[in-house]
């Protein structure tokens, strides 16, 4: 068993993965119902997984870390922060420029939403306000981040002054959980295999064909931040080529983040491709699950492009202030959609109420959100969860030297 599982790992990750997902999408195309789900059964598995230890591994990494922290040495937290802020930002603002070059008409449908979406900004900052001092215990059994994150952090600073034993013990636990997640994530082909196996089968093509426009609209600005507005941010950061940290963390982020749909599922993924990167512990240990939270830059795109398009299905004449108006709103709104059940697509309807659409219609243009989302959360979260690690290299000199 250990040669077969040496030889496995000898043909690499990402062929693996590409296997798996070729291999799904035969199964998923031509075996029937009942063989579906049951391959399915390796998806879920991986999936649940990667949620199970995430929140476990970002508690004792971020104590560890902290707690082992030498005074002096450069962390480059705020520095990562303030390029998921630019990120999110400019995506928002391409998505407004996107919607008004190629305005897209859409047909609403009605459709059932069990999720009650926020009345307000205001709301959305509560909630995310709220998860940072929920219970810490129960911060990690529900995957609460900005819960598990604070108070690691609490925890890792009062640690400083442990004994060497105690911190000695912080930093084995961190490395046994890291050992976790390696292995976890050398079942991704498995898991991959699953997903796309179950989406090929349950997708109806016929349902995303009505809606090509606005997937173009949508994909196409999603595209463009990952491939041109991204890597101008990395260049004017670190003076470098970016163009090779920018292909790595899309083949070895984004696509896993692509098919499991859940930038909480990929923290796992991102945090063992950051230490491949040769990355300080002490940045990416609090930037990526952070970024899973805050860095939402698909999520601004997906706002304003719904939003914008439901404008237009009314006839409504958009100015440029009220344009950027809802880029500064969607920037906000997609950092605190982590705490909205259902994340950017139960955001809409409050950027449609600053263009006074009701909430009939706006509720409406979500239900259309999940009838696309089988590749609009795919290619968002793909964004979401390689920009991750893209602007934690960019902000870390240890990275931006080897160009």
Same mark, same amino acid.
């Given at each position: 068993?250990?040669?077969?599982?040496?030889?496995?790992?000898?043909?690499?990750?990402?062929?693996?993965?590409?296997?798996?997902?070729?291999?799904?999408?035969?199964?998923?195309?031509?075996?029937?119902?009942?063989?579906?789900?049951?391959?399915?059964?390796?998806?879920?598995?991986?999936?649940?997984?990667?949620?199970?230890?995430?929140?476990?591994?970002?508690?004792?990494?971020?104590?560890?870390?902290?707690?082992?922290?030498?005074?002096?040495?450069?962390?480059?937290?705020?520095?990562?922060?303030?390029?998921?802020?630019?990120?999110?930002?400019?995506?928002?603002?391409?998505?407004?420029?996107?919607?008004?070059?190629?305005?897209?008409?859409?047909?609403?449908?009605?459709?059932?939403?069990?999720?009650?979406?926020?009345?307000?900004?205001?709301?959305?900052?509560?909630?995310?306000?709220?998860?940072?001092?929920?219970?810490?215990?129960?911060?990690?059994?529900? *995957? /609460?981040?900005?819960?598990?994150?604070?108070? @690691?952090?609490? !925890? =890792? +600073?009062?640690?400083?002054?442990? &004994?060497?034993?105690?911190?000695?013990?912080?930093?084995?636990?961190?490395?046994?959980?890291?050992?976790?997640?390696?292995?976890?994530?050398?079942?991704?082909?498995?898991?991959?295999?699953?997903?796309?196996?179950?989406?090929?089968?349950?997708?109806?093509?016929?349902?995303?064909?009505?809606?090509?426009?606005?997937?173009?609209?949508?994909?196409?600005?999603?595209?463009?931040?990952?491939?041109?507005?991204?890597?101008?941010?990395?260049?004017?950061?670190?003076?470098?080529?970016?163009?090779?940290?920018?292909?790595?963390?899309?083949?070895?982020?984004?696509?896993?983040?692509?098919?499991?749909?859940?930038?909480? *599922? /990929?923290?796992?993924?991102?945090?063992?491709? @950051?230490?491949? !990167? =040769? +990355?300080?512990?002490?940045?990416? &240990?609090?930037?990526?699950?952070?970024?899973?939270?805050?860095?939402?830059?698909?999520?601004?795109?997906?706002?304003?492009?719904?939003?914008?398009?439901?404008?237009?299905?009314?006839?409504?004449?958009?100015?440029?202030?009220?344009?950027?108006?809802?880029?500064?709103?969607?920037?906000?709104?997609?950092?605190?959609?982590?705490?909205?059940?259902?994340?950017?697509?139960?955001?809409?309807?409050?950027?449609?109420?600053?263009?006074?659409?009701?909430?009939?219609?706006?509720?409406?243009?979500?239900?259309?959100?999940?009838?696309?989302?089988?590749?609009?959360?795919?290619?968002?979260?793909?964004?979401?969860?390689?920009?991750?690690?893209?602007?934690?290299?960019?902000?870390?000199?240890?990275?931006?030297?080897?160009?």
């Amino acid at each position: 068993m250990n040669k077969l599982f040496q030889a496995y790992q000898r043909i690499g990750l990402v062929p693996l993965i590409v296997i798996g997902l070729v291999l799904g999408a035969i199964v998923g195309g031509v075996m029937p119902d009942n063989v579906v789900k049951f391959f399915s059964i390796f998806g879920s598995l991986f999936v649940g997984a990667l949620k199970a230890i995430a929140p476990l591994l970002i508690f004792v990494l971020v104590i560890a870390s902290l707690a082992q922290h030498k005074t002096g040495t450069q962390v480059n937290v705020r520095p990562t922060l303030m390029l998921y802020l630019i990120g999110t930002f400019l995506a928002a603002l391409t998505a407004v420029v996107a919607s008004t070059l190629f305005p897209t008409n859409i047909t609403l449908v009605t459709g059932e939403i069990s999720q009650k979406p926020p009345s307000g900004l205001a709301e959305v900052i509560t909630t995310l306000l709220g998860n940072m001092v929920s219970n810490p215990i129960n911060s990690i059994a529900t *995957a /609460n981040y900005m819960g598990v994150l604070t108070w @690691a952090i609490l !925890l =890792g +600073l009062a640690l400083r002054h442990a &004994s060497d034993s105690t911190k000695q013990l912080l930093d084995d636990s961190a490395d046994a959980v890291s050992s976790v997640v390696k292995w976890v994530i050398w079942f991704a082909p498995f898991g991959v295999f699953g997903l796309v196996a179950q989406t090929v089968s349950e997708t109806g093509i016929e349902g995303l064909l009505s809606y090509t426009k606005l997937l173009a609209v949508l994909v196409g600005s999603m595209f463009f931040i990952a491939l041109v507005v991204n890597p101008l941010i990395v260049f004017f950061k670190t003076r470098k080529n970016p163009y090779p940290l920018v292909f790595t963390c899309l083949k070895e982020s984004g696509i896993t983040a692509f098919f499991t749909r859940s930038s909480a *599922a /990929n923290i796992p993924v991102n945090m063992n491709l @950051a230490e491949k !990167l =040769g +990355l300080h512990k002490d940045t990416y &240990s609090v930037t990526i699950p952070l970024g899973a939270t805050i860095n939402m830059a698909g999520a601004a795109i997906t706002i304003n492009v719904m939003t914008l398009a439901a404008a237009h299905t009314l006839g409504m004449q958009v100015d440029f202030v009220s344009a950027l108006l809802l880029a500064v709103v969607s920037t906000l709104g997609a950092a605190g959609s982590s705490g909205v059940a259902g994340g950017s697509l139960l955001l809409i309807p409050l950027a449609c109420s600053f263009f006074n659409i009701p909430d009939d219609i706006a509720m409406q243009v979500v239900a259309i959100g999940f009838i696309i989302g089988v590749v609009q959360d795919s290619v968002e979260t793909a964004l979401n969860s390689s920009t991750d690690v893209l602007f934690t290299a960019s902000a870390d000199p240890k990275y931006a030297y080897k160009g």
